[in-house]
Nanobody, 126 residues
């Protein structure tokens, strides 16, 4: 069992930056690939970024590539999402998720994740 708690969301102007954090509790954090997903009002949940258990592989949605960076510190049971050059279309609730022993090919697939946080709101004003 893994519990995930996101933090760091807020209101920012277009072009600004935010850093989201996800604190994990439970056993064997390093056995989980970690992902960030988001859901905007009236839209389906979408993949944002993911990182393998070792941190050696990262994957990004095309819409955030070059602007967002995912990282993890296994010793701290934490994963981060640095978001730069934010745009109004990045406005959404952002969710942290954990995927137990995920093959790399599944890291972008939300339906393969086992645990989810409650989400943190990110609002980007124009």
């Amino acid at each position: 069992q893994v519990q995930l708690v996101e933090s760091g969301g807020g209101l920012v102007q277009a072009g600004g930056s935010l850093r989201l954090s996800c604190a994990a509790s439970g056993r064997s954090f390093r056995d989980y690939a970690m992902g960030w997903f988001r859901q905007a009002p009236g839209k389906e949940r979408e993949f944002v970024a993911a990182i393998s258990w070792s941190g050696g592989t990262q994957s990004y949605a095309d819409s955030v590539k070059g602007r967002f960076a995912i990282s993890r510190v296994n010793a701290e049971n934490a994963v981060y999402l640095q978001m730069n050059s934010l745009r109004p279309e990045d406005t959404a609730v952002y969710y942290c998720a954990a995927n137990y022993r995920s093959p790399t090919r599944n890291m972008r697939l939300g339906e393969t994740y086992h645990y989810w946080g409650q989400g943190t709101q990110v609002t980007v004003s124009s």
